[in-house]
């Protein structure tokens, strides 16, 4: 590991890896933010998100960039619709069990996908190209091309919340949904709103992750445990800070290789989130608490 | 309502599987095969006419069968218990062993430990079988071959498992489905055949990871090459640059991918991608048809892949192929076919010697097996034309539609052949069948 050339992979992969945790992470700390109960099923939702723009892409020959646009429609529809269903009529029970019923819903929705395409692996319907290499350091196309979708989410989301109206309305809902209430903005239709960006964006990132892999119901629950270290790091409902960590744990999983064995890479994901909890509870850029 | 619901669909599959139970009991009877505890009484005034043709009036020798016809093991094992009714039908049309007619008996071990090891007690202990075949999961032989070994009955699996034969059996394990090490040791030989020196080991977590490594480090050291590099990667995964950009760095001429079929797709687009150019070597279990339509050719052309196979051009293959008509035969059938010859041979071989009591049957079951199965003796490949050798005092040696099927001392299968193909334009080109 002397060649600096190895580190600047090993970071290189790592930003990679962290931009495909990117969206969900956000997902999954904006919902956090407005209705205050960690949403597990945006892994459901990343799995959701990718079969759709499966079915875009392969089936019905859309290229990736209206796939990924299938995608975050049906994620976020999905989304709604399991929220208004299931998860909602629990909120007066408490976030504990929202959340236990949000580890259920990403269940059952892995299993429908299970039930509609079968168990087996699916690849996107695009030529994989051969990396890019500079000076010995290998940069993969496809990556670059990921990191640029998900890069063009991020900044859309932010777009949304710092220049529109509605925008300005979830961030109120998010900072005190009482007093946003007296000033007019409905909150109920606020929640809708964000749990439709949050399913969405897990969608949108679900896609991403097939389009460097491949796909099977599991997609999305493979990742669900960094996406989860990614928004505690940054800071719950921090969507700066989810973004932030996303980087810091995809950076962390690549260099903690180097050290350790391969086997053991997912106990960086707990690792991160314990460091935080221990020295800073409130995450890198979260301010609440 | 909802635990009424889940109730009623419980009852439903047990329903279903009784259904199945039933109609295979209906089987058994249409082919004369008398069903468990009555055949015990009938004594031999009613011993049915097997094949058309009335048996000599002797006891018969009893045989049983475990397959799995429910369960995991569901798919292979109707087709697994046909194969040893084929063979048992045909030892009665030949007049049996000595005379005596051969009866089957079987249950269903459910891919299930637990409703194995119940299926062969009541085998065992109520129908007296002299020799259990046709276990399938090593889990499920795991916990029937003590009962086999304790009541002296051989016991004939197709289970993979490494530590199945290292059980104390006295013997009385026949395993005719190579042992991972043996599969591992057999594939190392052809890559190193294949002119590969420096060979790269990806390994997914499995228990047979660590010993694939130390049968490679073996192979290859005394082939004057090495193992390069070996990293045992996590299956749940979505990315393995870092894990390829290692394996670049040791510069092997071959890599061999020892995993499961999603984690080695994602592994070979990301060698393509890496631009690797070396052989790719992975178990056939993890490429299969599915991973053409994931991936582009371009990525999977070039991927070598091997198994054990059945010997497809064997007389006895070929026969059990006409036999089962439009029925595929797995690997696993050609095997149970095997067992039941094997056990019927080598009984006829034992009472060729002279009359053996029933209680030590097994143990003489056991102690021919290798005689009729090895060695110098006339080459015979079905069970009539073994009878009628054995019968006229000549030493036979079985060559079964598995393989050649010889067993090492620990009663491992040895010779039995690969297949090494190789991808090709989103399909497998047969490369060799050694």
Same mark, same amino acid.
């Given at each position: 590991?002397?060649?600096?050339?190895?580190?600047?992979?090993?970071?290189?992969?790592?930003?990679?890896?962290?931009? +495909?945790? +990117?969206?969900?992470?956000?997902?999954?700390?904006?919902?956090?933010?407005?209705?205050?109960?960690?949403?597990?099923?945006?892994?459901?939702?990343?799995?959701?998100?990718?079969?759709?723009?499966?079915?875009?892409?392969?089936?019905?020959?859309?290229?990736?960039?209206?796939?990924?646009?299938?995608?975050?429609?049906?994620?976020?529809?999905?989304?709604?619709?399991?929220?208004?269903?299931?998860?909602?009529?629990?909120?007066?029970?408490?976030?504990?069990?929202?959340?236990?019923?949000?580890?259920?819903?990403?269940?059952?929705?892995?299993? +429908?996908?299970?039930?509609?395409?079968?168990?087996?692996?699916?690849?996107?319907?695009?030529?994989?190209?051969?990396?890019?290499?500079?000076? =010995?350091?290998?940069?993969?196309?496809?990556?670059?091309?990921?990191? !640029?979708?998900?890069?063009?989410?991020?900044?859309?989301?932010?777009?949304?919340?710092?220049?529109?109206?509605?925008?300005?309305?979830?961030?109120?809902?998010?900072?005190?949904?009482?007093?946003?209430?007296?000033?007019?903005?409905?909150?109920?239709?606020?929640?809708?709103?964000?749990?439709?960006?949050?399913?969405? !964006?897990?969608?949108?990132?679900?896609?991403?992750?097939?389009?460097?892999?491949?796909?099977?119901?599991?997609? =999305?629950?493979?990742?669900?445990?960094?996406?989860?270290?990614?928004?505690?790091?940054?800071?719950?409902?921090?969507?700066?800070?989810?973004?932030?960590?996303?980087?810091?744990?995809?950076?962390?999983?690549?260099?903690?290789?180097?050290?350790?064995?391969?086997?053991?890479?997912?106990?960086?994901?707990?690792?991160?989130?314990?460091?935080?909890?221990?020295?800073?509870?409130?995450?890198? !850029?979260?301010?609440?608490? | 309502?909802?635990? @009424?619901?889940?109730?009623?669909?419980?009852?439903?599959?047990?329903?279903?599987?009784?259904?199945?139970?039933?109609?295979?009991?209906?089987?058994?009877?249409?082919?004369?095969?008398?069903?468990?505890?009555?055949?015990?009484?009938?004594?031999?005034?009613?011993?049915? @006419?097997?094949?058309?043709?009335?048996?000599?009036?002797?006891?018969?020798?009893?045989?049983?069968?475990?397959?799995?016809?429910?369960?995991?093991?569901?798919?292979?094992?109707?087709?697994?218990?046909?194969?040893?009714?084929?063979?048992?039908?045909?030892?009665?049309?030949?007049?049996?062993?000595?005379?005596?007619?051969? %009866?089957?008996?079987?249950?269903?071990?459910?891919?299930?430990?637990?409703?194995?090891?119940?299926?062969?007690?009541?085998?065992?202990?109520?129908?007296?079988?002299?020799?259990?075949?046709?276990? $399938?999961?090593?889990?499920?032989?795991?916990?029937?071959?003590?009962?086999? $070994?304790?009541?002296?009955?051989?016991?004939?699996?197709?289970?993979?498992?490494?530590?199945?034969?290292?059980?104390?059996?006295?013997?009385?394990?026949?395993?005719?489905?190579?042992?991972?090490?043996?599969?591992?040791?057999?594939?190392?030989?052809?890559?190193?055949?294949?002119?590969?020196?420096?060979?790269?080991?990806?390994?997914?977590?499995?228990?047979?990871?660590?010993?694939?490594?130390?049968?490679?480090?073996?192979?290859?050291?005394?082939?004057?090459?090495?193992?390069?590099?070996?990293?045992?990667?996590?299956?749940?995964?979505?990315?393995?640059?870092?894990?390829?950009?290692?394996?670049?760095?040791?510069?092997?001429?071959?890599?061999?991918?020892?995993?499961?079929?999603?984690?080695?797709?994602?592994?070979?687009?990301?060698?393509?991608?890496?631009?690797?150019?070396?052989?790719?070597?992975?178990?056939?279990?993890?490429?299969?048809?599915?991973?053409?339509?994931?991936?582009?050719?371009?990525?999977?052309?070039?991927?070598?892949? $091997?198994?054990?196979?059945?010997?497809?051009?064997?007389?006895?293959?070929?026969?059990?192929?006409?036999?089962?008509?439009?029925?595929?035969?797995?690997?696993?059938?050609?095997?149970?076919?095997?067992? *039941?010859?094997?056990?019927?041979?080598? *009984?006829?071989?034992?009472?060729?010697?002279?009359?053996?009591?029933?209680?030590?049957?097994?143990?003489?079951?056991?102690?021919?097996?290798?005689?009729?199965?090895?060695?110098?003796?006339?080459?015979?490949?079905?069970? @009539? *034309?073994?009878?009628?050798?054995?019968? *006229?005092?000549?030493?036979?040696?079985?060559?079964?539609?598995?393989?050649?099927?010889?067993?090492?001392?620990?009663?491992?299968?040895?010779?039995?052949?690969?297949?090494?193909?190789?991808?090709?334009?989103?399909?497998? %080109?047969?490369?060799?069948?050694?």
């Amino acid at each position: 590991m002397a060649d600096w050339r190895d580190l600047a992979q090993i970071a290189l992969n790592g930003l990679f890896a962290g931009s +495909m945790l +990117m969206l969900p992470a956000i997902g999954f700390t904006c919902i956090f933010a407005v209705l205050r109960y960690p949403n597990f099923a945006v892994a459901g939702f990343a799995t959701v998100g990718a079969f759709a723009g499966w079915l875009a892409n392969a089936q019905f020959g859309l290229p990736a960039a209206l796939a990924l646009l299938a995608a975050f429609l049906a994620a976020g529809a999905i989304g709604l619709l399991a929220e208004e269903l299931a998860l909602k009529p629990l909120r007066p029970a408490g976030p504990l069990t929202v959340a236990i019923a949000s580890v259920a819903l990403t269940i059952l929705l892995e299993n +429908m996908v299970r039930f509609a395409f079968g168990n087996d692996l699916r690849g996107y319907d695009l030529p994989i190209l051969r990396d890019w290499r500079f000076d =010995g350091i290998r940069v993969s196309p496809q990556q670059v091309e990921n990191s !640029l979708y998900a890069g063009a989410a991020t900044a859309s989301l932010f777009a949304l919340l710092a220049f529109t109206r509605l925008g300005r309305a979830m961030r109120a809902v998010a900072d005190n949904p009482t007093l946003a209430d007296i000033k007019g903005v409905d909150p109920d239709r606020i929640a809708r709103v964000t749990v439709f960006i949050g399913a969405g !964006l897990a969608g949108f990132g679900g896609m991403l992750i097939g389009l460097d892999t491949s796909i099977d119901p599991l997609t =999305g629950f493979r990742v669900v445990l960094s996406v989860f270290a990614a928004a505690v790091v940054g800071g719950l409902g921090s969507i700066p800070g989810a973004a932030l960590g996303a980087m810091v744990v995809g950076v962390g999983e690549e260099l903690a290789g180097v050290v350790l064995e391969p086997a053991y890479r997912t106990v960086t994901a707990f690792l991160a989130i314990l460091l935080v909890l221990m020295f800073r509870p409130s995450g890198l !850029l979260g301010a609440r608490n | 309502m909802m635990s @009424a619901g889940i109730f009623s669909q419980v009852r439903l599959l047990h329903r279903r599987r009784d259904a199945l139970r039933c109609t295979i009991h209906e089987g058994d009877k249409i082919m004369s095969f008398t069903t468990t505890r009555r055949a015990a009484l009938v004594g031999t005034a009613s011993l049915f @006419a097997i094949g058309g043709r009335a048996m000599a009036q002797a006891a018969p020798i009893t045989f049983g069968a475990l397959p799995p016809l429910t369960g995991a093991g569901g798919p292979y094992g109707p087709a697994m218990l046909r194969a040893i009714q084929g063979v048992v039908a045909e030892a009665n049309e030949a007049g049996g062993v000595r005379g005596r007619p051969i %009866r089957l008996v079987f249950e269903d071990d459910q891919t299930n430990p637990d409703a194995g090891v119940r299926g062969a007690r009541k085998l065992i202990d109520v129908d007296r079988v002299q020799a259990l075949m046709g276990t $399938w999961a090593s889990s499920v032989t795991t916990g029937v071959a003590p009962l086999c $070994w304790e009541n002296r009955v051989p016991l004939f699996t197709v289970s993979g498992a490494d530590s199945i034969t290292l059980l104390p059996h006295q013997g009385y394990i026949f395993r005719t489905q190579p042992n991972s090490r043996l599969q591992i040791a057999t594939g190392a030989d052809y890559l190193i055949r294949q002119g590969a020196r420096r060979v790269f080991h990806l390994a997914a977590q499995s228990p047979f990871a660590q010993s694939s490594q130390d049968t490679l480090v073996e192979k290859f050291r005394a082939a004057g090459g090495q193992v390069a590099g070996y990293i045992v990667y996590e299956r749940d995964k979505t990315a393995f640059r870092s894990e390829v950009d290692q394996l670049l760095r040791a510069r092997p001429d071959t890599v061999f991918l020892n995993g499961y079929l999603p984690d080695v797709t994602i592994l070979l687009r990301e060698l393509f991608r890496a631009g690797f150019e070396g052989r790719r070597f992975t178990p056939a279990y993890a490429v299969n048809a599915n991973t053409f339509a994931t991936l582009p050719n371009e990525v999977t052309n070039g991927v070598i892949t $091997w198994q054990p196979s059945p010997d497809e051009a064997s007389p006895a293959f070929t026969r059990l192929k006409t036999r089962f008509g439009a029925t595929e035969v797995d690997p696993y059938s050609a095997q149970t076919h095997d067992h *039941a010859t094997l056990a019927i041979l080598a *009984a006829a071989q034992a009472l060729a010697g002279g009359a053996v009591p029933d209680a030590q049957l097994g143990t003489a079951i056991r102690d021919n097996v290798r005689r009729i199965s090895q060695g110098s003796g006339e080459s015979v490949s079905s069970v @009539a *034309a073994g009878l009628a050798a054995i019968n *006229a005092g000549r030493a036979v040696n079985f060559d079964g539609a598995s393989g050649p099927v010889s067993f090492d001392e620990r009663g491992d299968i040895q010779g039995t052949k690969f297949r090494y193909e190789q991808a090709d334009g989103g399909r497998f %080109r047969l490369l060799e069948l050694i």
